[in-house]
Nanobody, 115 residues
Framework: QVQLVESGGGLVQAGGSLRLSCAASGSITSINVMGWYRQAPGKQRELVAVRSTSGITNYADSVKGRFTISRDNAKNTVYLQMNSLLLEDTAVYCC?????????WGQGTQVTVSS
């Protein structure tokens, strides 16, 4: 299995920035996808951004131009730089890992954007 440890959530004012990190450990394959999903109160979980080991990325339309996903494959770590945060970005952000065998989820980290 693969374990995920997230860090970097918190409280920020609208327009501010936060950086999330997620480190994977365990039975990691050389080809995988890591990224972030989020779930706001009363809403379904949605994709934020994912990035493959080959560098292919996918972003939600709502975060394009504001969020940037990157990863350090040597450290099995994925990062989410979030700029120009909006009130509607408030959610629990969960790290996600997927390869041909497993799908794993992190515990989640709260991001709260205040006015």
């Amino acid at each position: 299995q693969v374990q995920l440890v997230e860090s970097g959530g918190g409280l920020v004012q609208a327009g501010g920035s936060l950086r999330l990190s997620c480190a994977a450990s365990g039975s990691i394959t050389s080809i995988n996808v890591m990224g972030w999903y989020r779930q706001a109160p009363g809403k379904q979980r949605e994709l934020v951004a994912v990035r493959s080991t080959s560098g292919i990325t996918n972003y939600a339309d709502s975060v394009k131009g504001r969020f940037t996903i990157s990863r350090d494959n040597a450290k099995n770590t994925v990062y989410l730089q979030m700029n120009s945060l909006l009130l509607e970005d408030t959610a629990v952000y969960c790290c996600h890992y997927a390869d041909r065998r497993y799908i794993s989820w992190g515990q989640g980290t709260q991001v709260t954007v205040s006015s």
